[in-house]
């Protein structure tokens, strides 16, 4: 019998994260391994702010509750990302083999744990799993797999699913709010491949602004400029508008609603009269609690069009569209187009104590306000 | 040589609607009429919110300023949807005949005027008017065909527009606030006959609250609400939730803003997570200044969608699309499915003096506060 000594984080119920954490060693049998089951290792977790939502119970895509770590009571796992290696294959497992790296491709995996068993027998879902790597073709690196699942997949679904007519002249112009956010960052990347212009706007006052501007600007964002500066008539009227001259802003990405929405909307270019195009306000976050608001007659006259753009919904509604997605980032590193934004990586070593590994994603929780934190193992 | 005494509501520069009007006389050779020319004389011309915006300078739809009137000076001619009787026509005009009950296809026509002399080789408009009737054919009455450009056309589109898959079994629910606005009258009408259920929102406190629930409901609403009852926990987790059971409220039309558009898309069905339809929150006016607003996690969770709807926008950009709609309209009122919403009818003598006309115009638009006012010509 060959035992494989695993960890996980896990709860029995949403509520206050620094008291609901629970360190579940397991073990997995290799031996009895079922013919169509796979075992994967973890190779990266992230920690998402989502995940922590998810485990605070106020996020609307729900964790499933399971009894398969030979708990008393059914857990949930925490986490909805990570890299995981393929360890050990059952006889009549073809789709995967040892040595694949894979991201599960559903939200709510559970992905905080050090080992996971899957059965493939599930009809509802038989490809659990997104390949982005393998032993015989090592064509992305750790720091650019650990995180494809969610920003730069995010990234690339906001920039090609609402906005279909994208000009190849680099006349158009996105806008987002949140521009030193992981997702923003992606967000340059991916605009600058399709020769579309981007403003982003960071937060005034930071003690680190001209190093940001540089990062934003070195990864291939057109302008940078504080929330501050966004919000004043000068830029509204002025300053933005000679940048993008005879362009468009046609897109804006909003991730903090409020003031900083509606500052969005008044940079936005549209003329209900005579535009055929009407340029998008697209949501992802403002879980601040701050409502979405906005001009009512800028709405009108441009014929703002605003969504709500989400992206463990599009998977959950259409999983292929992740496979898809993911397919087109691994290319656009493959490219070298597309470069891993930095996170702060805190080591594991996976023949640890549950109880250590608890500590570390609490110190790695703690700290997610100041950054990423992505656990890494070895 | 035969003299046509007209009179038109003028004004040189908008502003200050009390003091800019001028009553302007003008007249017309019936005689020197050209081939490609036709004559209208005004059945009735309504004062709508837009007119006093346009006024005011305060809208986008930007008038016209000519000198056809044989003015010392250009003036624009107030009014943007009117009913006219073509009682001349040019020798080779063969789209119009005496008789015809016309409307303006385009807004900005100027429509507040007794007579109007128009050329028809304006290429880019070479069809200025939609015909609604004719002598030949009293297909529908001056009640009906005095207000069809605008009201019900907008309400029309609102239905028309945004939802494209309504569900014929009468599961699908519009919600609507300024539910006893004109507009608001023939949403209710126009969803009945496609089997859509309402609830009309109406402002709280009204004394006359009965006679407009009643109106509301025979003219095929299905719920009307007030705004305080609208807000209230009990109505959007029990009361609307009972009513619209295992249905939908799949649009929210909205022409205030503020906090009752935001309550409006409380009360819509979504879920991200599992639909493919998206609930819209659609706009069409809000000129009070206040934002639109609404909760970012409802937008998020639910998937909401939201547009600006525009009627004269439309048009200028697809003038068929205005034709197409009056077409759709005249034949519910022709089937009888759509019944005019009363308006309060000024009488004007068509002979009187400019004076008069203005004078009579600057009692409508301090009245049309308390309702839709029309000029009838007799």
Same mark, same amino acid.
Request: no cysteine; aromatic share 10%.
């Given at each position: 019998m060959v035992q494989i000594n695993a960890s996980? %984080?896990?709860y029995t119920k949403g509520g206050d994260i620094s008291k609901i954490l629970l360190g579940t060693a397991f073990s997995i049998d290799t031996q009895a391994l079922g013919p169509r089951q796979v075992v994967i290792q973890a190779l990266a977790t992230p920690i998402n702010p989502s995940d922590l939502n998810q485990l605070?119970? @106020?996020y609307a895509s729900k964790p499933n509750y399971t009894s398969e770590l030979g708990t008393s009571v059914p857990v949930a796992i925490g986490g909805n990302e990570g890299l995981y290696k393929v360890i050990e294959v059952g006889k009549d497992v073809d789709?995967?083999?040892?040595? /694949?790296?894979?991201?599960?491709?559903l939200p709510s995996f559970g992905t905080w744990r050090t080992h996971a068993l899957v059965t493939l027998d599930n009809t509802e879902n038989p490809d659990p799993f997104i390949k982005v790597s393998s032993d015989d073709d090592k064509s992305i690196d750790l720091a650019q797999a650990a995180t494809i699942s969610i920003n730069p997949s995010t990234a690339y679904q906001l920039i090609d699913q609402?906005?279909?007519?994208?000009?190849?002249?680099?006349?158009?112009? %996105? %806008?987002?709010?949140?521009?030193?956010?992981?997702?923003?960052?992606?967000?340059?990347q991916i605009a600058k491949t399709r020769n579309i212009?981007?403003?982003?706007?960071?937060?005034d006052g930071k003690p680190d602004q001209d190093e940001i501007v540089k990062e934003l600007l070195d990864l291939g964002g057109t302008k940078v400029i504080t929330d501050k500066e966004a919000e004043s008539e000068e830029y509204i009227s002025n300053i933005v508008p000679g940048w993008v001259s005879g362009g468009k802003v046609i897109l804006a990405l909003n991730c903090v609603c409020g003031k900083s929405g509606a500052t969005l909307v008044s940079h936005l270019?549209?003329?209900? +009269? @005579?535009?055929?195009?009407?340029?998008? +306000?697209?949501?992802?976050?403002?879980?601040?609690?701050?409502? +979405?608001?906005?001009?009512?007659?800028?709405?009108?006259f441009k014929n703002v069009t605003s969504k709500a753009y989400w992206l463990t919904a599009n998977t959950k509604r259409n999983p292929q569209s992740k496979v898809e997605t993911v397919k087109k980032v691994l290319d656009l590193y493959k490219?070298? /187009?597309l470069k891993p934004v930095p996170f702060n990586g805190k080591e594991y070593n996976i023949k640890s104590s549950s109880d250590e590994y608890v500590k570390l994603f609490l110190e790695g929780i703690a700290e997610s306000k100041n950054g990423k934190q992505v656990i890494i193992y070895n």
């Open positions: 996980a %984080i896990t605070s119970g @106020t789709t995967y083999k040892t040595g /694949d790296w894979v991201i599960p491709k609402f906005i279909k007519d994208w000009d190849p002249n680099g006349n158009d112009w %996105i %806008i987002q709010n949140g521009g030193n956010s992981q997702v923003g960052k992606f967000v340059v212009k981007t403003i982003s706007v960071i937060r270019t549209g003329n209900h +009269l @005579t535009d055929y195009r009407s340029p998008h +306000l697209v949501t992802y976050g403002g879980m601040l609690g701050q409502p +979405l608001m906005y001009s009512s007659s800028e709405s009108l490219s070298g /187009d």
